[in-house]
């Protein structure tokens, strides 16, 4: 079957600008992942999404950072104001429970 | 923040030979798991060890944890020019409604010569 899809692969952006990211889950998975990847910063936790719960934004950088996940599929990852320092891979999982799957992760620039 | 610190930060080693990393990680877990990378993308899950079990395998993977020193390691048997890759600990914390939830270390760089 289908893996985890995010879209755009790649995103250039100019500072101040907002962006969108988005994320396809495995169909049937219950939990969703943001996680973002840089090199001074290794892997962070963004927010979570489970089933109909709350989503944990414990991870999420600032209020810049907002996450919907519509249906319990999909999610858009948005970020206003963009600042260089949000220059990262971006990368969502999906799970059933423990075991998460990546999805290739989108990589965002900005000038 | 990073929960968990890997060592080595990197480890170069001939075909054939057995590679080891390790992991250690500060709070309770209620599991531990090993991820792969590939060029800076998408991770693929390898195994998970729950807090309970002591030694797991999976072909040429071999995982152990040790819950008193907070520390674990993953021996990769027979090594191939192909498992050049990131590897990656990841701890899913004791407690709490967000057991999905996943901390990873700072990742060991492989490298395979053939």
């Known amino acids: 079957g289908a893996g985890v899809s995010q879209s755009p692969s790649n995103k250039v952006t100019e500072k101040g600008k907002d962006v969108e990211l988005r994320c396809d889950p495995i169909?049937?998975?219950?939990?969703l992942y943001w996680y973002r990847q840089s090199l001074g910063q290794g892997l962070e936790f963004l927010i979570y999404f489970q089933g109909n719960s709350a989503p944990d934004k414990s991870g999420l950088p600032s209020d810049r950072f907002s996450a919907e996940r519509t249906g319990g599929s999909v999610s858009t990852l948005t970020i206003q104001r963009t600042q260089q320092e949000d220059s990262a891979v971006y990368l969502c999982?999906?799970?059933?429970?423990?075991?998460?799957?990546f999805g290739p992760g989108t990589r965002l620039t900005v000038t | 923040s990073q929960q968990g610190e890997e060592d080595p930060q990197a480890l170069s080693i001939q075909e054939g030979e057995n590679a080891t990393m390790n992991c250690s990680y500060k709070t309770s877990i209620n599991n531990l798991q090993w991820y792969r990378q590939n060029s800076g993308r998408g991770l693929v899950h390898l195994i998970l060890?729950?807090?309970?079990?002591r030694e797991k395998h999976s072909g040429r993977l071999r995982v152990t944890l040790d819950t008193s020193k907070k520390s674990s390691s993953l021996l990769i048997t027979a090594s191939r020019a192909a498992d050049t890759a990131s590897y990656f600990c990841?701890?899913?914390?004791?407690?709490?409604?967000?057991?999905?939830?996943?901390?990873f270390g700072q990742g060991t760089i492989l490298t395979v010569h053939p």
């Open positions: 990841a701890t899913s914390n004791a407690g709490g409604t967000s057991y999905g939830k996943l901390t």
């Open positions: 060890i729950r807090s309970n079990e």
């Open positions: 169909s049937g998975h219950t939990a």
């Open positions: 999982a999906s799970s059933l429970k423990y075991e998460q799957y």
